[in-house]
C-alpha cells in the first residue's frame, strides 16, 4: 500500500434523544448516554435530524450554523475543500455537536451524528 493512501475510518455514532433536545444547545452523546467529543480530525460528517422537530445545530454550543427540518440529514465534505495552502479543511478532534430546537420541541425521534476521519492504516 502506498504511503499516499487514506483509509476512510468511522468514529461510534452519537446521538440525542428528542426528551433531552431543548430550547438550550445540549451536546450529542455517545450510545451509551455519555458527553463525548470527537476523537479525530473530522474529514466527513452526516447529521440525520429523525424527530419530529426542526433543530438547530452548533459546534461551539453558543451560535447555531445549520437548522435541519424534521426528518431531513445534512452531509458535509469538509476535505473536498482546499485551502491555498494545498491541506484540506477539518474540524479539529475534540470537536463536539449542539442541538436545540427551533421554537417548537420534538415529542418523538432522535438525532445521529456519523463521523468519517481518515487514517493511513
Known sequence: MSSLN????YEALKTLGFAAIGAAFTGVVDMAGNPTAASHPIRIYTILNRTDADLQFS????????LIPNGQSYTED???NLTLQGGSF???EGSRLYV??????????AIYWTICYGSSN
Open 100 to 109: 436545540k430546537h427551533n421554537g417548537v420541541a420534538p415529542t418523538s425521534g
Open 59 to 66: 459546534v461551539d454550543g453558543i451560535d447555531p450554523f445549520i
Open 90 to 92: 477539518m474540524l479539529p
Open 78 to 80: 469538509l476535505c473536498g
Open 6 to 9: 487514506i483509509i476512510a475510518r
